[in-house]
């Protein structure tokens, strides 16, 4: 496995080794040893969640405050436009953003740790996006900041209009959210 730093260190590219031939192809897309040296430590996942989600739907930006939820997140179908953002005010990387294109065909992962908001914007017609949490959903504890904030002025792709839940469309913006210390 290959592991790439980002702009934010503690976001990391995850790019498993894939065996290919004309049957198809194999790759391991997770192991938990594998994961713990990437990392510097020892995360433990406790839930498994699977979306499907149609061209233009953008989810987030997420975060629960209690119950913090560390995700690894990857697109089994489909092409998505991740994004973390560093939420943590006492964090040298505050109010940045990384994104990264995560497609089938390149089979990329993203580790986005607890303390960051986490949202993504589908690209193809469908994608299914399933990701790894470190704790469990907690409806209320979640937050949301809004996708288009000024202040964090995100680069998503223009080719996509974005398509929001009722709750996504009142994301709180940056300065008014409840954030992490």
């Known amino acids: 496995m290959k592991v790439t730093p980002t702009a934010i260190p503690d976001v990391l590219v995850i790019e498993p080794k894939v065996f290919g031939d004309a049957r ?4 391991e897309s997770f192991n938990q040893k594998a994961f713990d040296e990437a990392v510097g430590r020892h995360v433990e996942f406790v839930q498994d969640n699977h979306s499907r989600s149609a061209r233009g739907v953008l989810r987030g930006l997420h975060y629960q405050l209690k119950q913090p939820q560390g995700k690894l997140v990857r697109v089994a179908r489909g092409a998505v436009f991740d994004v973390a953002v560093d939420i943590r ?19 990329k992962q993203l580790w986005v740790p607890s303390g960051f908001a986490h949202g993504f914007l589908v690209l193809s017609e469908t994608a299914d996006f399933l990701y790894k949490t470190t704790d469990y959903y907690a409806p209320a504890h979640e937050r949301s900041i809004t996708w288009s904030d000024g202040e964090l002025n995100i680069g998503w792709p223009s080719s996509v209009t974005p ?14 959210a409840d954030l992490f210390e």
């Open 89 to 107: 005010k006492s964090s040298s990387t505050f109010g940045q953003w990384v994104g990264a294109e995560l497609t089938e065909e390149n089979r």
């Open 163 to 176: 398509q929001l839940s009722a709750k996504d469309a009142k994301g709180d913006s940056l300065a008014t």
């Open 24 to 27: 198809g192809f194999f790759f």
